[in-house]
């Protein structure tokens, strides 16, 4: 199995992120505080420092890998950033001007800005002014008709996408004088003004969740409510759309693992492996936990068997549902929210990445003995 560790925090986790040299985590274990644990040895975890600072559940985390900061947003409609300063991390208020709930973070490659998400329909675009020493925000207004629940940076730092409750993907410029340089380049992003839609997607007719770029920029991928996960190559005015349905529950979350390959977690408690063939097709591969790759014909049945059971209260019942469980070699007990990556940045493909859920539980996942297994798009 491809699972290196497994550490239960905390009842339930919210969200989770990695410091630089991956050796401590900072997590929300459900409730108003950020605990940050070093690792010790396998299986081995001390908490180092508890964040008290917000008023409702912390809702995001990111680590920033150069700067060392840390920020955080909450259902009290508040972000602080978090600086270490004489072995302790003080907070420094973001000014978000929102009136509900902050929802999502994620710093940019470059850190000098970062976005968060909120249930007021806007995305913040927050950056540092230092003759004030405090972060400021710019909004996105009047594009999301619901709750953004995911945002996404492209490599190029200009580029974000959004998901949303309305089921729409969406693409915007967050160019900002002063804090972003200009390309010499025509059609460059940075020739967009501030809050200008890229690009707009109407794939899901449910609630959009998880949005990622791949590696190189060229690919979108996101996941709907509706156990459907969505591809878009060559981002801009004729972008090329790809849906692939799946059998299972719904996804929360993706990571791309490299250009070609796709993790996803969500409500079925295991990771997803989607990938793209020779021609650019993308589908379904396999369960990284599950023992043996079965066929389709096979998964179906074992999936009948199963809802048999449990319909007419078979006596076989408990027994059928946890020879399916075993044969995904599942290792999170409930919904997995958040998947992120454990590489060396510039690496083109995510070897080791870990994955937190509604179980309280931090795993750790690793892909160096398994590419046989995946295939060649990895």
Known sequence: MAVVDVHRFAESITCHAWSPDHSMVALCPNNTEVHIYKSLSLDQWERLHVLQKHDQIVSGIDWSSKSNKIVSVS???????????????????????????????????????????????????????????????????????????????????????????????????????????KDSKAGSPAETKFGEQILQLDLSYSWAFGVKWSPSGNTLAYVGHSSMIYFVDDVGPSPLAQS?????????????????????????????????????????????????AASLNSSYSSQFSEAFGKFYGSQSKSATANDASESRGRVHDNCINSIVPLSKEGSPKVMRFSTSGLDGKVAIWDLENMEQELGNQF
């Open 244 to 292: 692939v349905a799946f059998r299972d529950l719904p996804l929360r979350d993706v990571l791309f693992i490299s250009e070609k390959m796709v993790i996803g977690v969500g409500y079925d408690s295991n990771p997803m492996v989607f990938a793209a063939d020779d021609t650019g097709i993308w589908s379904f591969i396999r369960y990284i936990g599950e023992k043996k």
């Open 75 to 181: 259902h009290d409609r508040n972000s602080y950033v978090w600086s270490m300063e004489g072995g302790e991390w003080v907070p420094t208020l973001v000014i978000l001007r929102l009136n509900r709930a902050a929802l999502c973070v994620q710093w940019s490659p470059k850190e000098n800005k970062f976005a968060v998400g909120s249930g007021a329909k806007t995305v913040c675009i927050c950056y540092y002014e230092q003759e004030n020493n405090w972060w400021v925000s710019k909004l996105i207004r009047k594009r999301h008709e619901s709750s953004v629940t995911s945002v996404a940076w492209h490599p190029n730092n200009i580029l974000l996408a959004t998901t949303s409750t309305d089921g729409k993907c969406r693409v915007f410029s967050t160019f900002i004088k002063g804090v972003d340089t």
